[in-house]
Nanobody
Framework: VQLQASGGGLVQAGGSLRISCVAS????????IGWFRQAPGKEREFVGA????????LSADSMKGRITMSRDNAKNTVYLQVDNLKPEDTAVYYC?????????????????WGQGTLVTVSS
């Protein structure tokens, strides 16, 4: 399984950004996708996860109300939209996959990881 996140960039505080994660594999619909981020000098942290159905999601407490996750299985793509961006949201955002239907905030449970995409929020 190969994953590639894209869509990062420079955004002003208060703006929104949608990040995409494209995955390889014929069983994409059976992947749970987790989103994580790592800011400079900080540890990687959980952002959110989406299971096989868009009704199965888990968000970090700090992100609740600001993120929307969706998936398009026909395009092997999962999306993370972050609204009301803040400078502290600046980080490299990663997507990761596990091949079951259990959303989790635990990074060690995700076997496959993609290259991240940098999101920079200016004040």
């Amino acid at each position: 399984v190969q994953l590639q996140a894209s869509g990062g960039g420079l955004v002003q505080a208060g703006g929104s950004l949608r990040i995409s994660c494209v995955a390889s594999g014929r069983t994409f619909s059976r992947y749970t996708i987790g989103w994580f981020r790592q800011a400079p000098g900080k540890e990687r942290e959980f952002v959110g996860a989406i299971g096989w159905s868009e009704s199965s999601t888990l968000s970090a407490d700090s992100m609740k109300g600001r993120i929307t996750m969706s998936r398009d299985n026909a395009k092997n793509t999962v999306y993370l939209q972050v609204d009301n961006l803040k400078p502290e949201d600046t980080a490299v955002y990663y997507c990761a996959a596990r091949i079951n239907n259990q959303v989790s905030s635990q990074s060690h449970l995700y076997r496959y990881w993609g290259q991240g995409t940098l999101v920079t929020v200016s004040s």
